[in-house]
């Protein structure tokens, strides 16, 4: 079963453009994992934020962390065409990795 | 470092058909990780192996085995391919518990 639950699950921007993908889950967990994956590749881990974090940064990307509301966000600042990918949240509490859905995310030139 | 390798990338079976796909990791992780992910499905756990010797379950083993051969190996085996294990399968091995490294992926056709 999928803990994590994506939206949008499409979305299409303008190069330069800040991109907003948000993941709900169910349970309780240790920490929640942002991944990419480029078309017809394996994914690529981004950020990892603690239960205990509530917003945390690297580069262009900026992730929240609302656990009274069991949600997060990923934020992309000035995207560019090489942001163009699926994106995917990963929750942790067991060890295991619970993925969600993915957003698709295309930037446009 | 190669990082995680997997072979084949591409794979078309007939049904009945039997098949090992391979995953090896130089990264010197204990954990190791085979999903399988379809179209709007996002990844899915076959199976895992927390350490070298060790294996369970994940969310959707039927039609699957694995072995951890030692610390950099860990295949999975599917005995008798039906047409639903069409998918692509990725390995994964894991740091600290926490960031997972993934291979390119194995393209799997069953017809």
């Known amino acids: 079963s999928q803990q994590g639950e994506e939206d949008p699950q499409a979305l299409s921007i303008q190069e330069g453009e800040n991109a907003t993908m948000n993941c709900s889950y169910k349970?309780?967990?240790?920490?929640l994992q942002w991944y990419r994956q480029n078309s017809g590749r394996g994914l690529v881990h981004l950020i990892l934020i603690r239960s205990n974090e509530r917003e945390k940064h690297s580069g262009r990307l900026r992730v929240t962390l609302d656990t009274s509301k069991k949600s997060s966000s990923l934020l992309i600042t000035a995207s560019r065409a090489a942001d163009t990918a699926s994106y995917f949240c990963?929750?942790?509490?067991?060890?295991?990795?619970?993925f969600g859905q993915g957003t698709t995310l295309q930037v446009k030139p | 470092n190669a990082g995680v390798t997997q072979t084949p990338k591409f794979q078309v079976l007939k049904t009945g058909q039997s098949m090992t796909l391979q995953c090896a990791q130089d990264?010197?992780?204990?954990?190791m990780y085979w999903y399988r992910q379809d179209p709007g499905m996002g990844l899915r756990l076959i199976y895992y192996s927390a350490s070298e010797g060790t294996t369970d379950k994940g969310e959707v083993p039927n039609g699957y085995n694995v072995s951890r051969l030692n610390k950099r190996e860990f295949s999975l085996r599917l005995e008798s391919a039906a047409p639903s294990q069409t998918s692509v399968y990725f390995c994964a091995s894991e740091r600290g518990a926490e960031t997972q490294y993934f291979g390119p992926g194995t393209r799997l056709l069953v017809l």
């Open positions: 349970t309780s967990i240790n920490n």
């Open positions: 990264m010197n992780h204990n954990s």
């Open positions: 990963a929750t942790s509490n067991t060890g295991k990795l619970i």
